[in-house]
Every structure is written in structure tokens, then in C-alpha cells.
């Protein structure tokens, strides 16, 4: 790539980080979340989201759209990226799971900002692809597993928070089991067909769980592996 390639790269994300913490800012009193992050904002004004999604979609990649990545998914948009990343409020230390490793991107952005990401793609494709992107961006702390994410990760919990990309008409059992007391999971929740909200989850130190709406999302649904 040219430079000047890299800078036209470096100019429209930048335009994507003001569209997507103007759409913080409309979502305020939905999210309850004031303001986009400094971690997050940092985060996405670097990931090269560009050099995640597929050649096709280079153009687009920095568009506030979700992106069809082939093998019938797509990625959310940059804003739901970002948002669902301040809810699970990463701090570095942190070692955080995904569900739906996809593009990879979701990943980067977390990795970017916690100690260590465990990212689990059920598509074989697509967690091959996105590892050896990730790998080649020089992410060393994102680790892809490819297999059925309704199981979580059991040898690497408890995690300090869980983002799931798909949805699901329930929360998987086993990721509310992995969540350290105090953490918190992001997960849209609706059945196939029905109005899906992105719902945050959290475990309270007495074993209990909060759970609140966030937002009418859509995502694909996360399929039942086996
Ligand atoms: N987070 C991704 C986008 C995810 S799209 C990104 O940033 O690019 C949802 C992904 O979940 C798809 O890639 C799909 O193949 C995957 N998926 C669906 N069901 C799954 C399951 N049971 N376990 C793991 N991954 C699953």
C-alpha cells in the first residue's frame, strides 16, 4: 500500500470515529452510556478494520454499516462494535471472551484495550481467516478457537467480561457460568424472526445476575453447534 493510500485509510476512519460517537451521543439515554470511552475511541481510530474485512469490501470498510464477510454472515457496524465494547466497561487486565470471532475486528478492538481476548468462530473459514489476519496485524494476545461458542471456553474462564455477536433467544448457560463475579456480558437476545435487544449482563459478587436492555439490534443468530 502507498502512502497516500494509508493516509485516505487514516482519513476515513477518523470520519467513522465522529460518526459513531455522534450516534453515542443520539443513543445516550438508551445505552445510558454518556459518552464514548477514550479506551474505545483510541481503539477504533487505530484497528484497520480495512485489512479484517474481505478484499471486496475494502472500500467500505469504514463505512457506520455492517459488511457482508461471506459464508452468509456479516459484521455489525462500527457503533455496535464500540458500544457493546464500553458496556462490558475493558479495562487492560481484563481477559475477555467473544462468541463470533467473524472478520476478526470485534477482536482487535478488544484486544487493543485488555490483557488477553479468547475469540470462538463456528465457521472454520472464517475463524482460519480472521486468525491469520489477526496474527499478521501483530495482535499476539487474541487467541481463536474455532468451535461451538454456546459452550464457551471452559479451560480459559472465569472472564471478566463475554461479548456475544450473534444472537441468541437465551443466554447460553455456560457463558453465564464463566463470567467472573462482577463481570459483564453483552449479548443480543431475541428469538430468530422476533425483536432482538442488545442486553447487558452482570454478575453480581452473591452469585446473582442483573440483566438490562440496551438497545433493538439486529444480528445473525448464533447457531446451535453439533
Ligand atoms: N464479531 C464479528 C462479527 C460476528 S458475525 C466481527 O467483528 O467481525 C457473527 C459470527 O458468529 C459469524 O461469523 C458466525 O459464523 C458466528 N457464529 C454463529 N454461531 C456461532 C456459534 N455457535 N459459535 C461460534 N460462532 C458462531
Redesign the pocket.
Known amino acids: 500500500m502507498s502512502a497516500a493510500q494509508a493516509q485516505d485509510f487514516a482519513a476515513l476512519r477518523a470520519r467513522m470515529v465522529a460518526e459513531v460517537e455522534a450516534m453515542y451521543a443520539e443513543t445516550r439515554f438508551e445505552t445510558g452510556v454518556a459518552a464514548m470511552s477514550p479506551a474505545v475511541r483510541a481503539a477504533i481510530a487505530k484497528v484497520e478494520r480495512h485489512r ?2 474481505p478484499p471486496e469490501q475494502v472500500a467500505l470498510a469504514y463505512r457506520n454499516h455492517p459488511l457482508p ?1 461471506g ?6 457496524q462500527p457503533y455496535i ?1 464500540a458500544i457493546s465494547t464500553d458496556l462490558i466497561a475493558p479495562v487492560a487486565g481484563h481477559t475477555v471472551l ?12 478488544l484486544a487493543e484495550i485488555v490483557g488477553r481476548v479468547y ?5 472454520e473459514a ?2 482460519k481467516r ?1 486468525a491469520a489476519r489477526l496474527a499478521e496485524l501483530g495482535y499476539r494476545n487474541v487467541e481463536v478457537r474455532i ?4 459452550a464457551g471456553w471452559p479451560e480459559k474462564a472465569p472472564f471478566d467480561g463475554i ?1 456475544v ?2 444472537a ?1 433467544p437465551r443466554v ?1 448457560p455456560a457463558l453465564l457460568e464463566q463470567l467472573r463475579p462482577g463481570g459483564r456480558m453483552v449479548i443480543p437476545l431475541g428469538a430468530e424472526g422476533a425483536i432482538q435487544y442488545l442486553v447487558v449482563i452482570t454478575r453480581r459478587a452473591d452469585g446473582g445476575y442483573d440483566e438490562r436492555r440496551v438497545l433493538p439490534v439486529r ?7 453439533r
Not at 71 to 76: D, E, K, L, N, R
Not at 119 to 123: K, L, M, Q, Y
Open positions: 479484517l474485512v464477510i459464508s452468509g454472515q456479516t459484521i455489525s462494535v467473544e462468541v463470533g470471532t467473524g472478520s476478526g475486528y470485534q477482536a482487535a478492538v475469540t470462538i468462530e463456528i465457521v472464517l475463524g480472521a468451535g461451538d461458542g454456546y461479548v455477536t450473534a441468541a447460553p444480528f445473525v443468530p448464533l447457531v446451535p453447534g
